[in-house]
Structures are given as structure tokens and as C-alpha cells.
């Protein structure tokens, strides 16, 4: 609950207010770390989880990052690593397009949802809020993205790419013309 999200961080250090400050923002964006994991998780995997969110704002560019693909890369093999990680992702990903005031801005978290449901099925239940998210948030990419949801979820996700290939991927998602 956002309750407890708020109260996993020193709790006993933080004044009621900031807790309730961390509780109101617990699904919405922030360009900074999350302290613990936004669904419950085994600890070894809440550590995991907050890694992978590291990895998602270095590849947004709101934290710095040399090769921003690298950083996609390592979010989606810490998936594969770590299916037990997999709702946690889509979570995080969908907490950052809510309220999305960042200088970043919301395509990097877009393209983030794209590699994702490409490489794997977000799991049950969550395919549920991956699909009524797209449909009320993603405009015009709406039908895309539910689509690569259906395929990821009937017929299994693509291979990780390598950080090179990235790139290629989301322009043919996106269906631009790369240069030759």
C-alpha cells in the first residue's frame, strides 16, 4: 500500500508528514531513487527492483549515464534474470508516466514500455492494468502497444537485443525511417 511504501524508508526518522508526501508519490513520477520496491517483494528482490529503477531513469536521462542503452539492456536482462521482477518493472515504468512533469518528458518511459512488452508478458493481473494504462494514457500508440501486449502474452517475447539493436527496434516500432 502506499501506506507502507512510505513507512519502509526509516521509518522512524520521518515526520508524518513526509511520510505522507512519500505515500501520495508512491505512483507518481520522480526523477529520484525509490527506496524499496513499489509491490511486495522478497528483499533480496526489492534490492533488485530499485536497481532496475536506477537503470529506468538512467535510460530516461534523468540520471547520468554514458550509453543510456546499456541501461535498458540491464532492465530487461534483470527481468529475464529475475522473472519474479517482471510486475515490479511495468509498475515502475507506468509510476513514471503518471503525473510526468520531468524534464525528460514521457517518450523514454514510452519506449521503455515498448522494449518490455516485446521482451516479456508483464504476468497476470498486471497484463490488466498494462492494457486499461495504454488505453487511457497512450494516445495514438495506444493500439500498438496493446498489440505487442497480445503477441508478448500468446506468443512469448523476442530475444533481449543487445544495447546496439535498441534503437533499430524502437524505430521500427514506431515505424520511422532509419538512414542508411
Known amino acids: 500500500t502506499p501506506n507502507d511504501f512510505a513507512c519502509a524508508k526509516l521509518q522512524a526518522k520521518l515526520s508524518r508528514s513526509v511520510r505522507q508526501e512519500l505515500a501520495l508519490g508512491m505512483l507518481k513520477h520522480t526523477s529520484k531513487p525509490i527506496h524499496t520496491s513499489l509491490t511486495e517483494l522478497h528483499p533480496l528482490f526489492a534490492k533488485e527492483a530499485t536497481s532496475a529503477f536506477k537503470c529506468i531513469l538512467a535510460y530516461a536521462g534523468e540520471r547520468p549515464a554514458p550509453f543510456p542503452q546499456a541501461m535498458a539492456l540491464q ?12 510486475p515490479e518493472i511495468y509498475l515502475q515504468i507506468i509510476k513514471q508516466l503518471q503525473a510526468n512533469n520531468g524534464r525528460a518528458g514521457t517518450r523514454p518511459y514510452w519506449d521503455m514500455l515498448a522494449l518490455c512488452l516485446m521482451s516479456f508478458a508483464p ?38 537485443p543487445a544495447a546496439e539493436e535498441i534503437l533499430l527496434r524502437l ?10
Open 75 to 86: 532492465v530487461l536482462q534483470a527481468a529475464s534474470d529475475s522473472p519474479e521482477i517482471i
Open 123 to 160: 504476468g497476470a493481473g498486471i497484463d490488466d492494468i498494462v492494457h486499461v494504462f495504454c488505453l487511457r494514457e497512450a494516445g495514438q500508440d495506444a493500439g500498438q502497444l496493446i498489440s505487442l501486449l497480445h503477441t508478448v502474452m500468446y506468443d512469448g517475447g523476442q530475444p533481449l
Open 171 to 180: 524505430t521500427a516500432f514506431r515505424g520511422e525511417r532509419t538512414r542508411s
